[in-house]
């Protein structure tokens, strides 16, 4: 249990993109039990899944310069990379 209860981590907790998944699996939850009147939620659906999307591109982009700078290092060195 977290500091909020049941709730989750609270407004101040950083984006992650568990977070994310998870609030996609309530929300298409939620979505799914409205029937037709879930319909408008479908921009906010779309949004998360961008920022989802947007948050894993970033980290994977955070991971190729990482492996980068450690090629290049390993190459001012001579050690193989």
């Known amino acids: ?19 994310l998944e998870d609030a996609l699996d ?10 037709d009147d879930g319909m408008k939620f479908l921009p906010i659906f779309r949004r998360v899944e961008n920022e989802l999307a947007e948050l894993k591109r970033r980290h994977e982009e955070m991971a190729a310069i990482l492996e980068r ?7 001012r060195e001579g050690l193989p990379s």
Request: charged content about 30%; cysteine-free.
């Open 1 to 19: 249990m977290t500091a909020h209860g049941d709730r989750g981590p609270g407004p101040d907790a950083p984006i992650t993109i568990q977070r």
């Open 69 to 75: 700078v450690k090629r290049s290092r390993h190459r």
């Open 26 to 35: 309530r929300l298409a939850e939620a979505i799914v039990f409205m029937g």
